[in-house]
Nanobody
Framework: QVQLVESGGGLVQPGGSLRLSCAAS????????MRWYRQARGKERDLVAV????????SYPDSVKGRFVISRDNAKNTVYLQMNSLKPEDTAVYYC?????????WGQGTQVTVSS
């Protein structure tokens, strides 16, 4: 069965950095586009990064462009989100996502809190 397991969240001061990881299993990881989303308390879940199956194309919303970098290691079935220059408004639960056929899969999420 498909599993997505995020890790790497935590508490960081404004201006700091964190790297999130999402370990995937149960499907041919290298064939699928992967996404990172985030959901702040009381708000909708928003897309923050997308990466192509080969890792050669990425996309970001303006809110994180220039600060976040998505990458992947297809040999390790893992997608990463490097987050730099973090702001308090980046505080949220971060989820990785895969769409396989008609099914949408989510990890359990990892909490990122940006606060002094």
């Amino acid at each position: 069965q498909v599993q997505l397991v995020e890790s790497g969240g935590g508490l960081v001061q404004p201006g700091g950095s964190l790297r999130l990881s999402c370990a995937a299993s149960g499907f041919t990881f290298s064939k699928y586009l992967m996404r990172w989303y985030r959901q702040a308390r009381g708000k909708e879940r928003d897309l923050v990064a997308v990466i192509s199956s080969a890792g050669d194309t990425t996309s970001y919303p303006d809110s994180v462009k220039g600060r976040f970098v998505i990458s992947r290691d297809n040999a390790k079935n893992t997608v990463y989100l490097q987050m730099n220059s973090l702001k308090p408004e980046d505080t949220a639960v971060y989820y990785c996502n895969a769409i396989i056929g008609w099914s949408v899969y989510w990890g359990q999420g990892t909490q990122v809190t940006v606060s002094s």
